[in-house]
């Protein structure tokens, strides 16, 4: 039986109890401290302190400091009044029993209430987070929308200006032309006059004929110049293409994957590295067979060293199986089993909690995994003497397999040893 503590001094005001309690060289890290509004227990192996507190406290707010192998509490009265004594005295253990019982299940609700509240919180900040990714992308979208619409009527713009600048330059031809005629004629009727002034020769009807038809000639053959068009001028032209815009959401895009396939000597030159990355990251490979690197031989092989109970062996076998593949959940799950072996508490809690990451949805083909999990992570934690996180992981694994007279068994023994009438096994 745990050795109960009486050398402890308390004082109180009419707001607050001051409880000082000596740890008699227990180091701080094995001390568990559980408090209730109407209840208070410190366990340091072998000793044991509970108090049934003779008024209830405010908990919430209430303190407890440990250091220079002192316990020092600063307990909040929930009501300001004077108590006789700091434990309840006159009843009976019956009684006492229902105060420690009460105080567990205020404890567990509480704890779920946290849980609940801040996965309610992280659901809230989720959901905030998709609505300005979203808010974000609109946004985008609408910008590269404008930015489209400016760019058409600019283009429109400059197309109507050089078609206006095409038709002066026509008209200004055809008025060029019209003048050039008309001067043409001018001369032709300058030049009968002047003949006419000087007098005609005998054939002067056949002489006015020939300088007309010539200068026909000669204005025909300077319409047809004029007629066509000069040769193109040399320049060059710049042409701006827009983006590609992408109907889906960036989030759902798949921008690079299209490039990588569009491009084969890209994806071949990524497969490359990706294989050098890898010998470089995992240089134990060069020198195994092929069905070495596959993980779920490596895991099947150390299945084989677990039951040999090599157990450092079969660390190392999924140690390199999750160095090549992450994602197995039951990697983790034995790799937990072997450090809990090994006594390697804090590393079985860490595979355990990884397990469970990756055993999502849960569903029945993964149910007895789930189960294992909580029962390591469980067992780990009471190792560590943490057993109300234990107990919450036992009780987990009941609501999975809720007939398995084993759990039931192991999480009896650990209620048993929260209420302090039981030595810890």
């Not at 197309?159 to 330059?169: M, N």
Request: hydrophobic residues 35%.
């Amino acid at each position: 039986m745990p050795l109960q503590v009486s050398d402890y001094s308390w004082q109180q005001t009419k707001t607050a109890v001051f409880l000082s309690l000596p740890l008699k060289g227990v180091c701080v890290r094995d001390a568990d401290v559980f408090c209730t509004e109407n209840y208070l227990k410190v366990n340091f192996p072998p000793f044991l302190f509970e108090a049934f507190l003779y008024a209830p406290i405010d908990d919430a707010s209430s303190k407890a400091k440990i250091g220079n192998d002192t316990v020092v509490f600063t307990l909040y009265k929930k009501e300001a009044a004077m108590w006789e004594t700091l434990s309840l005295t006159g009843v009976d253990k019956e009684m006492l029993q229902k105060i420690r019982e009460k105080s567990i299940l205020q404890a567990q609700e509480r704890a779920k209430e946290a849980i609940e509240a801040k996965a309610a919180a992280k659901r809230e900040d989720q959901k905030y987070t998709l609505d300005a990714m979203m808010k974000i992308e609109e946004e985008e979208r609408k910008k590269i929308e404008d930015m489209k619409e400016s760019e058409r009527i600019k283009a429109t713009k400059e197309l109507e200006a050089w078609k206006e600048c095409q038709r002066k330059a026509e008209e200004q031809k055809r008025i060029q032309r019209e003048e050039k005629l008309h001067q043409k004629e001018k001369q032709m009727e300058e030049e009968r006059k002047n003949l006419k002034h000087k007098g005609l020769p005998r054939n002067s009807s056949r002489y006015l004929a020939t300088k007309g038809r010539n200068l026909e000639n000669i204005f025909s053959e300077k319409l047809k110049e004029d007629s066509i068009p000069a040769p193109r001028s040399v320049g060059s032209i710049k042409i701006n293409f827009t983006p590609r815009v992408f109907p889906t959401a960036l989030r759902e895009s798949q921008v690079a994957e299209e490039e990588e396939t569009s491009f084969s000597f890209q994806w071949l030159h990524k497969q490359a590295e990706a294989r050098r990355a890898m010998n470089t990251d995992i240089p134990e490979l060069c020198d195994l067979k092929e069905e070495e690197k596959n993980p779920e031989w490596l895991k099947d092989k150390g299945n084989k060293l677990f039951a040999t109970e090599n157990y450092l062996a079969a660390i190392n076998a999924y140690n390199l199986a999750i160095r090549l593949n992450n994602k197995i959940p039951l990697l983790y799950l034995n790799r937990a089993a072997c450090h809990l072996k090994l006594k390697n508490l804090h590393k079985a809690i860490e595979d355990s909690s990884k397990a469970l990451e990756l055993l999502t949805p849960p569903v029945t083909d993964n149910a007895n995994a789930r189960m294992k999990a909580h029962v390591r992570r469980g067992t780990a934690f009471c190792q560590l003497e943490l057993y109300v996180e234990g107990l919450q992981d036992y009780e987990a694994a009941l609501k999975i397999d809720p007939s398995n007279k084993i759990i039931q068994n192991d999480a009896e023994k650990i209620r048993t040893v929260i209420q302090g009438t039981e030595l810890k096994s």
